[in-house]
Nanobody, 125 residues
Framework: QVQLVESGGGLVQAGGSLRLSCAAS????????MGWFRQAPGQEREFVIA????????CYGDSVKGRFTISRDNAKNTVALQMNSLKPEDTAVYYC??????????????????WGQGTQVTVSS
């Protein structure tokens, strides 16, 4: 079955950096745009950033512009989220997701078919 497993979350001070990784299995990885979402307590799930099948950044949320980047390694079936200049408001559970084949990764969570279990990122002030 399809599995997306995130890793790399943790506690970091404001201004610091963190790199999340997502390992995918059980799917035709190169057929799917990939994305990251996050959800803070009491808030709705928020789109963070998405990458095309070939590795180009497709789109990103305004709140992470210039601070977060996404990359993928199609040989290893992994996607990474590099987070720099972290702020306390970045605190959330971060989810890796695989978009539906043939769909853009920028059209909302409803177009993502597979989700990881999430990894907690906490940014202290």
């Amino acid at each position: 079955q399809v599995q997306l497993v995130e890793s790399g979350g943790g506690l970091v001070q404001a201004g610091g950096s963190l790199r999340l990784s997502c390992a995918a299995s059980g799917l035709a990885f190169t057929s799917h745009p990939m994305g990251w979402f996050r959800q803070a307590p009491g808030q709705e799930r928020e789109f963070v950033i998405a990458v095309s099948r070939q590795g180009a950044t497709l789109c990103y949320g305004d709140s992470v512009k210039g601070r977060f980047t996404i990359s993928r390694d199609n040989a290893k079936n992994t996607v990474a989220l590099q987070m720099n200049s972290l702020k306390p408001e970045d605190t959330a559970v971060y989810y890796c997701a695989a978009a539906r084949v043939g769909y853009s990764g920028c059209l909302g969570a409803q177009n993502y078919d597979y989700w990881g279990q999430g990894t907690q990122v906490t940014v202290s002030s």
